[in-house]
């Protein structure tokens, strides 16, 4: 007789957030080759459905912007990925609707782990805990965490470990999605090279108390002039042409563009809604990306729709 879980119900969707950094710096390299990095992260309003049902076997289908630059291979796709962590059985269909840009640096990928894995634990009935399910998503990979959390939260270690950032007000942003997508790994490893050329001291990685101050009294004037990603250094020199976006975003009227993560999605905080749409239309007119979008923050993490 199966000891297996068996599938409960009929389908379980899950909406997952994209994350934009507002303070990133990167550490030194790890014994386990990771960075050690101190990270704001907010979660923003693009979202990613992630469907999951009970199947016969394991498959992983995506639709949506940048749907033909995800792997569809479920031992590939970070959802398919992630609902093998919940059971290595597990014979789910995965229906994945995108709307977070792919390889943009605004966690993805992550947001459907994060996704996955909750939806998963819910349809096959798996009954972990809070900390099992956040034991699981770091395993998976060190934005998964933040994927099921949400909101403001501070992150270190490699990101993963997250404390909740008190956060007033609504921030208002403006996304410029590049045309071609960056790999992290490839961004880091810039960063390490540009730091080995310039024999940089150590880099430090101290928790942003300023910033945290700024988030917690809503002063969005204050967060948008100390918004910070040591990778952009990093992202602009392997796609130079962002640093013409950046300019772009801040000539429209922006308070204050960024990087979001490892690219190379640009992010530009705005005072308030109505500032945010004039930056996105003057933007999009300047045909420096892909596509704008607006978005606010910060908002929930994964939650079943
Ligand atoms: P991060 O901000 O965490 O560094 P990212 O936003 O730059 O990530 P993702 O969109 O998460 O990048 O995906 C990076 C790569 O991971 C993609 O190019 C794709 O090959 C692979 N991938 C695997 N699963 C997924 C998924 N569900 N959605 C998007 N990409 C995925």
Redesign the pocket.
Known sequence: MSLKPRARSAAITVRAAAKVNLHLRVGAVRADGYHELTTVFQAVSLFDDVTVRAADVLSVQTSGEGAA???DDPA????GRAAVRVDPDARVAIE?G?SIP?????????A?AAASLLACTRLLGVGWSRAELIAAAADLGS?VPFGLHGGTALGVGRGERLSPVLSRGQYHWVLAIAKT?L??PAVFAELDRLRAKEAAAEPVTHRPDDLLRALAAGEVEQVAALLHNDLQPAALSLQPTLRRTLSAGVDAGALAGIVS??GPTCAFLCADEEAAVRVAAELAGRGVAKSVRTAHGPVPGCRIV
Request: aromatic content about 0%.
């Open positions: 630059e995800v792997p590939l796709n970070l959802a994945i995108k792919v390889a943009g640096g605004m966690a993805g990928g992550s459907d934005d997508g790999a992290t993560g490892s």
